[in-house]
């Protein structure tokens, strides 16, 4: 059992270098420093009082076991006020519930957004916490107010931990096309919009392959959501090159998608864009896809997706890959072994999947820069204009 535990932190600390190396300093620290993140698989706050409300005079979907076309049924069974009345004494639930309509949603999202800013600023002028507590609770209160301000459109929000907050850019209700993306490591509430480098958030990624639809079709109805609905590794330490948190953030990924089913009015399955890690979620959540037509599932900057060939994710997904020559990932050990490693490289012949040109994109978070062969290619494909894919060259690095 001791040699078993000595070769695994062997392994990981072999997976972390090879990234660090490549990465220089900043990170190296970032991954010495970095825990074990915990997953985040429960209902959020309020879920244990919504279950025993009986005000109504039936029962309310549990939030824990409720499937989306159970809670787009109980909502559209609702008056108004009914509706109302329980986005006000439970928004944290309604924010959160898979299958109840966006506008709800929305509204209900608004109000939990307005209480953590709320407590964070308490809580940032309480004389009686260190400075480092204050701190914390100062930047929560500014990550927050921000998704306060007017137009947003706050799918999901769950203040535990690190913070979990989902983003609508465009409208739902019309979209033709809607496109989720699936963020990678460091992805949180206080990450979610990178001012200095915005196509370093997953804000700034959503916001920029919005754009592009709309530049190659300018009268396409789309929608984009910025989706970081599951805990993401902290830095380069275990978690990065285990699946555990993939696998607990699977769940949490398909209800989005069977919620999507229930309340948009497209027939086309939505489109993943998966970056980094993120790839490694939709590797694992792939072969449970089973929509109305292929998924097309678009891999960048990834690490594996647990795989050895696309052929093994199922039927259901259309796969896409692409990584730039500068992109540091390039350089991690594509390899499984014990756990550790996330399987073969999406971007070899060998594995299967159609890889697209990043011509122009460079570093791990170049793939959504203006002019770049990626955005172009990931607009195309978000509006199902395949024929205006433009492949990888064998003949580029």
Not at 17 to 41: F, H, R
Not at 177 to 185: A, N, Q, T, W
Not at 331 to 343: F, S
Request: hydrophobic residues 40%.
């Amino acid at each position: 059992m001791q040699r078993r535990r000595r070769v695994k932190r062997i392994l990981i600390g072999a997976f972390a270098a090879s990234a660090v190396l490549v990465d220089a300093g900043a990170a190296a620290a970032q991954a010495a420093a970095s825990n074990e993140q915990v997953a985040i698989t429960t209902p959020p706050a309020g879920s244990a009082a919504w279950v025993e409300d009986e005000s109504l005079g039936r029962a309310l979907p549990d939030p824990a076991t409720a499937d989306a076309p159970t809670v787009a049924a109980f909502f559209a069974s609702l008056t108004e006020a009914e509706q109302d009345r329980l986005v006000q004494i439970y928004p944290l639930v309604v924010g959160n519930l898979d299958g109840a309509p966006p506008a709800l949603r929305y509204r209900a999202n608004r109000l939990a957004v307005a209480d953590e800013r709320d407590r964070s600023r308490a809580r940032a002028a309480d004389p009686r916490l260190g400075p480092v507590e204050r701190a914390a609770a100062e930047a929560r209160a500014d990550d927050t107010a921000r998704l306060l301000q007017k137009g947003r459109q706050i799918l999901a929000f769950d203040p535990r931990g690190r913070g979990l907050v989902s983003e609508v850019y465009g409208d739902l209700a019309t979209a033709d096309r809607i496109s989720v993306l699936v963020p990678g490591s460091d992805a949180d509430l206080g990450h979610f919009e990178q001012s200095g480098d915005p196509l370093r958030g997953v804000s700034g990624m959503a916001k920029a392959l919005l754009a592009e639809e709309h530049r190659q079709s300018p009268s396409a109805k789309t929608a984009v959501i910025a989706w970081t609905g599951y805990v993401t590794p902290s830095g380069l330490g275990p978690d990065a090159v285990t699946s555990r948190l993939a696998e607990a953030g699977v769940p949490r990924l398909l209800r989005l998608l069977a919620g999507l089913r229930e309340t948009s009015s497209t027939s086309v399955p939505p489109a993943l864009f998966c970056h980094s890690y993120g790839s490694v979620v939709c590797g694992e959540a792939a072969p449970r896809i089973k929509d109305r037509g292929a998924t097309d599932v678009v891999v960048f900057g990834s690490p594996g997706m647990g795989v050895e060939t696309a052929g093994e994710l199922g039927s259901g997904v259309r796969v896409w890959a692409t990584r730039n020559p500068t992109d540091w990932i390039g350089n991690v050990p594509y390899l499984e072994v014990g756990g550790l490693g996330h399987g073969a490289d999406p971007t070899t012949a060998e594995f299967g999947a159609v890889e697209v040109s990043s011509q122009g994109a460079a570093g791990h978070t170049g793939y959504f820069a203006n002019s770049t062969a990626s955005l172009h290619n990931f607009g195309a494909i978000a509006l199902g204009a395949y024929q205006d894919v433009t492949l990888r060259d064998s003949r580029q690095p």
